[in-house]
């Protein structure tokens, strides 16, 4: 049997062993506190700083001093054309942009004061984008918003970047000539993801501008089945010319044309070294083939001589005014030869000038 002092002594070792694994206890529960983790969180919201649209409105030329474009242009051979040269349109963001953007656009169709109209497909744009893109293929403008950079494509433009836009504009075959007007717009947007959670619209600027056009005065026609000759004749006769060289000299209205004209005809005497065959010994006429006699006895018109100084200028046959475009005219030529003339090849030349209707060459 332990004694007293034994007994004091053995719960004395148990006491300090029990504080000891305490204190081992608190110790690991300690370190455990301190290495669980906690969280800091902040949302950084999409952005898109101010926008900056440079260089508008959109004025379509051809050349300097001589505004306007012509019917039956194409979109490669009239490209936008501003003041100081500036051949595009520049939008770019600040350095307060923190997300990807796309840019729209739209546009009306152009519209002049009588209400004609150049439909807005006829307006193309492309771009570059991020400044270092490949310029897209042209894309023709409608009355809904396209996707000029972004959207369905890959071609986000990136932060603090810029996107350089370019014109071009198709003008129809006969189109109008007067001033048209339209509106076009630029709109930016974004959407910034992040965790598959979206942000739509985190900021957006939307540009209107006027986009306009003159279409200049333009005249187009030919000549088909010419040089008109008459063959080999004897004095004191009349012919008329020969099949598809003046029977008939097709003269032809082009489709480009867009203002209502009348048609004058007038020439030369005609000659062989000195000699010489009036210009009023030609006649011409636009009667049918059905009416066509040696005499042709209706519709007949002198050539007038162009040039004489103070001679008459002119020549219009009545007929032949507010042609249309896209209009051809049959004329069908006679010469008359006077007995006694001599011998020889005779040339000369005819005009045919296309004039506003009511409008005096």
Not at 48 to 59: E, H, K
């Amino acid at each position: 049997m332990l004694k007293k002092n034994q007994k004091i002594f053995i719960l004395f070792l148990i006491t300090i062993s029990c504080l000891f694994i305490l204190s081992r206890f608190i110790s690991v529960k300690s370190q455990a506190l301190k290495e669980q983790p906690t969280t800091a969180n902040v949302t950084i919201s999409g952005f898109l700083g101010n926008i900056m649209v440079q260089f508008y409105p959109v004025t379509f030329v051809s050349a300097i001093n001589q505004p306007g474009v012509q019917p039956a242009t194409t979109l490669e051979t009239n490209p936008k054309r501003n003041e100081g040269s500036v051949g595009f349109i520049r939008v770019n963001t600040t350095t307060q942009t923190n997300v990807a953007w796309n840019i729209s656009m739209n546009a009306t169709d152009l519209v002049d004061s009588f209400g004609h109209i150049i439909p807005v497909s006829n307006i193309y744009v492309n771009s570059t984008c991020n400044g270092t893109k490949a310029y897209m293929a042209p894309l023709a403008l409608s009355k809904g918003l396209q996707f000029i950079c972004g959207g369905l494509g890959t071609d986000f433009i990136q932060k603090y970047n810029s996107a350089d836009i370019y014109f071009w504009l198709s003008v129809p075959a006969g189109q109008f000539n007067s001033t048209y007007n339209g509106t076009f717009w630029i709109l930016l947007n974004s959407t910034f993801a992040y965790n598959n959670r979206v942000f739509p619209n985190a900021s957006a600027g939307d540009s209107m501008n006027n986009i306009n056009t003159t279409v200049k005065k333009y005249v187009e026609f030919s000549w088909d089945f010419v040089p008109i000759n008459f063959g080999t004749m004897n004095p004191g006769t009349s012919s008329n010319a020969t099949a598809k060289q003046g029977s008939p000299a097709n003269l032809t209205n082009g489709a480009a044309t867009n203002i209502p004209i009348d048609f004058y005809i007038n020439g030369t005497d005609l000659n062989s070294g000195s000699d010489i065959i009036k210009s009023d010994n030609i006649t011409y006429s636009n009667a049918s083939t059905d009416n066509i006699t040696l005499e042709w006895p209706f519709r007949v018109t002198h050539i007038l001589n162009n040039s004489l100084p103070s001679g008459p200028i002119g020549g219009d046959f009545v007929n032949w005014g507010l042609v249309k475009n896209n209009t051809n005219i049959l004329s069908f030529w006679n010469i008359t030869i006077k007995p006694g003339q001599p011998g020889g090849v005779y040339s000369g030349n005819i005009y045919a000038k296309a004039v506003d209707s009511g409008t005096k060459p």
